[in-house]
């Protein structure tokens, strides 16, 4: 499933640095609570991974050791060291360890670019964290809040039940 | 029978616990295991904790220290044994013959398992082991069919764990060199296969080309499912035929034949998939656990929806069943 | 060798010892492939005896005796070389029967061989996974008394073997096809659309293997019944004077069907310092043409690599 468009439009409205603080928050408390994120990333925990939901007109650069996320417009290039572009859902799934992201890693729904180890690694790390990224959206994005919170926690209703082909 | 469940990190772990495992197996971060795989596997700290878990819920740890050591370097593999046995394993799971000797003289109290890694595929190869190094328990290669499997079961003198969900090596276990030969890193000698680092995907036109290495291991239409591009199970010439020369995309699956496992003198079932997610642990494990409570006429519907999960949302009963050859 | 830098050889160098043949050839001619071996090859051992597939054993049995008797009346030392695969109970009988009535040292293919074997001056083939010293001394204290390591180990790991295990002599996997799988089914057959239990020996049709292609046409892997062998050919002729330096006690050449006689000639000149080891390549290409050499393995490479050593040799598969 993706997005309805009527859903992602008012991405298109809002200020950068609005999601951009949103975003930041969620990131900052996930990387405080989970610490050993980074000691399971080891080396790969310096690389920038990028997150390139194709119904949403944004893209997010994650860099775990500094910890920093940005957020840019989908038309401004990015430069990182592996890319994962798909629809949000199923890379909320990949976040959040909900269920087997084998499965998605390697479905024809997902693309991955670059570095398929430092992917690897990440995905690993991430499914040995409890993230739980509607619950803390929906509690930190302040005004913003019942829209992310509603976006967010409906695509991940349908990513639980959707399947795809594992990779070993 | 027992239920043998694997976990690649703490999380998925806990889940194997929750979910039924009779014995959560697990590794340590390094080329020590068979799941050398980047972001998987335990601390020190992170196992002693994990023991610490299951023990309270009265399930067992079983540690894989199952690669060969490396000439040299033979103290890490060393380690890995004297620090499993200090937190508190249940057994070890080891395929080197080397590391069993070490392992038998160094901590001979030691639960020793010996791994699918080091193809004990007869009676006379498993009394080797026990005599030579008092392996309790042997986990049989997949090329074993049921029928095989109780004769065998009536010639050895330690206890027998088998495979019957999840990946399948279509090749006998310990005894591959394809993805070194490709790669240089070959699950002997690091614990991997195929691995992440050598992995391209390539769009070329409308097809999605993957490829390990300099070699093209697969290449998939529009609208076809890819897959990893795990050496043995892609598509090649040979001859005049093109495809899956060696294995389809499938996953193993014989809970079909629990009972004449059972009968075959079978201890204990195993699941692989140490690399997958805890989402998939928690679900294969518990739907595993149910199957095993369950009457054989229940036990179709209970397991179909695990076909889900499956590589190719296929599952094979592999070598169990003779006609796979 | 030119180059002043490389190690000096030991005080005794090397001899060559041949691996059994392993595709199914038809009996004549491997009974013909080894008399000429023993007139001709300048090699010390035969190792021989059908490894890959049980069911092929009885296309050389009958010819067995006579092959033996030529080669012993050479002066070849012979070893007679077990199943790399045994799961049924006819394979097991066999080993058995080979460990108890063989007059020649059995080379153990798996496990069941080292039980059997327990106490017997015997041999460790390519195929028993021997990466440490540790796994050598194990062995040697059961009686193995030469030991051929995995073509896979790179060579530091065989020079830290043979440095902790000296009382074993170490054979190297130096030419031929590399053995890298083997697997309860039969690629071979199924190749064909057959099984391996009605495989009507259609691996007789192949007896250098079947080559596997990536489907970009690229050379890749070859079968031989239920094993999987390179598609390159595995060439340490360039290598000889380290294999000697760091101990190796014999250099093992594994039947391709190509002419065994040069090839062991070849490796031979190179031993001797008649050639070097650029010119033994070269005899090699010419002696078993179209397919590509590769020493990756032992350079701690992908093992289909090809490592060029002094001057700018061609490049391997996949480099």
């Known amino acids: 499933m993706r997005i309805p468009p009527a859903m992602a439009a008012p991405f298109d409205f809002l200020p950068l640095f609005v999601i951009q603080r949103a975003v930041g928050l969620v990131f900052a408390q996930v990387m405080a609570r989970h610490p050993a994120l980074l000691d399971r990333l080891g080396d790969h925990g310096a690389k920038r991974y990028g997150f390139l939901p194709t119904d949403l007109p944004l893209s997010f650069v994650v860099e775990p050791s500094i910890p920093m996320i940005s957020v840019l417009r989908r038309s401004v290039p990015v430069t990182t060291d592996a890319a994962i572009e798909g629809p949000l859902y199923l890379l909320l799934a990949l976040l959040e360890g909900k269920y087997d992201a084998d499965a998605l890693f390697f479905s024809r729904d997902l693309s991955v670019t670059g570095d398929m180890e430092a992917m690897l690694a990440l995905r690993n790390a991430l499914d040995d964290c409890d993230i739980d990224l509607p619950l803390d959206l929906g509690a930190m994005a302040g005004p913003f809040g019942p829209l992310v919170t509603r976006a967010v926690g409906y695509v991940r209703e349908q990513a639980l039940l959707e399947e795809a082909p594992a990779w070993n | ?325 | 060798m030119p180059d002043s830098s490389k190690p000096e050889p030991s005080s005794s160098a090397p001899t060559l010892s041949l691996g059994p043949v392993p595709y199914l050839w038809d009996g004549p001619k491997w009974r013909d492939f080894y008399f000429r071996i023993a007139d001709e090859a300048p090699v010390s051992h035969v190792t021989l005896g059908e490894i890959v597939c049980s069911k092929r054993l009885h296309f050389t049995e009958p010819f067995a005796a006579d092959v033996i008797e030529r080669l012993e009346a050479a002066g070849k030392r012979v070893h007679l070389a077990s199943l790399a695969m045994v799961t049924l109970e006819r394979e097991s009988r066999h080993v058995r029967a080979m460990a108890a009535d063989s007059l020649w040292p059995v080379e153990a293919g798996d496990l069941s061989a080292l039980h059997v074997l327990n106490g017997r001056p015997h041999t460790i083939g390519p195929l028993v996974n021997v990466y440490n010293a540790a796994t050598a001394r194990l062995l040697s204290s059961r009686g193995a008394f030469s030991i051929c390591l995995p073509p896979e180990l790179p060579m530091a790991s065989v020079a830290e073997i043979i440095k902790g295990a000296p009382d074993t002599d170490f054979e190297i996997f130096a030419f031929g096809r590399m053995p890298l799988a083997i697997s309860a089914r039969c690629a071979h057959a199924r190749s064909k659309g057959l099984t391996k239990d009605n495989c009507q020996f259609i691996c007789a049709n192949d007896p250098d293997g079947l080559p596997v292609h990536t489907l970009a046409r690229q050379p890749f892997l070859a079968l031989n019944g239920v094993q999987t062998v390179s598609f390159t050919c595995q060439a340490l002729i360039g290598e000889l004077d380290e294999l000697s330096a760091i101990g190796v006690r014999r250099i093992r050449l594994s039947p391709q069907d190509c002419d065994m006689v040069a090839v062991a000639q070849a490796h031979q000149d190179v031993l001797s310092g008649q050639i070097d080891g650029e010119e033994g390549l070269a005899r090699l290409r010419t002696i078993y043409p179209g397919v590509p050499l590769s020493n990756g393995f032992f350079h701690d490479e992908a093992g289909a690599a090809f490592v060029a050593r002094t001057r700018n040799a061609a490049s391997g598969l996949a480099s």
């Not at chain 2, 002693?48 to 690669?67: C, D, H, P, W």
């Not at chain 2, 019957?164 to 310990?174: D, H, I, K, N, R």
């Not at chain 2, 093109?242 to 699941?271: Q, T």
């Open chain 2, 1 to 325: 029978m027992e239920l043998i469940c694997p976990a690649g990190t703490p999380s998925a772990f806990h889940e194997a616990v929750n979910a039924g495992a009779d014995a959560v197996y697990c590794g340590f971060r390094d080329e020590t295991n068979a799941r050398n795989f980047p972001g998987l596997n335990f601390s020190r700290d992170e196992l002693a904790q994990s023991i610490a878990y299951a023990r309270s819920k009265e399930v067992m740890t079983f540690v894989a220290i199952n690669t060969f050591m490396r000439a040299g370097k033979e103290a890490l593999w060393y380690g890995a044994v004297d620090d499993a046995v200090r937190l508190g394993a249940d057994a070890l799971i080891l395929a080197d013959f080397g590391l069993m000797a070490y392992t038998a003289e160094r901590h001979p109290q030691a639960r020793l398992h010996v791994s699918v890694q080091a193809s004990a595929s007869n009676a006379d190869a498993v009394n080797f082991l026990v005599e030579a190094f008092g392996a309790k328990r042997v986990v049989l290669p997949r090329i074993l069919t049921i029928p095989d499997i109780a004769k065998l079961a009536k010639k050895i003198s330690c206890e027998i764990e088998v495979f019957v969900f999840g990946g399948l090596c279509v090749m006998a276990e310990g005894r591959c060199s394809l993805s070194s030969y490709v790669t240089g890193k070959s699950p002997n000698m690091n614990g991997v296969c195929s691995p992440a680092s050598h992995v391209h995907y390539r769009q070329d036109g409308k097809d999605l080309v993957s490829e390990l290495g300099d070699f093209t291991i697969n290449r998939f239409p529009a609208g076809e499912a890819a897959g990893y591009p795990t050496l043995c199970k892609g598509r090649f010439d040979v001859g005049d035929s093109s495809g899956y020369a060696f294995e389809d995309p499938a996953s193993l699956d014989v809970m079909a034949h629990i009972d004449a496992l059972r009968e075959a003198g079978v201890s204990a079932l195993k699941i692989e998939g140490r690399q997958r997610g805890k989402a998939y642990v928690a679900e294969v494990v518990s739907t595993l656990r149910k199957t095993l409570a369950a009457g054989p006429l229940e036990r179709p519907a209970l397991m179909s929806r695990l076909h889900l999960l499956s590589e190719g949302q296929r599952t094979t009963s592999g070598a169990y069943e003779k006609r796979w050859r």
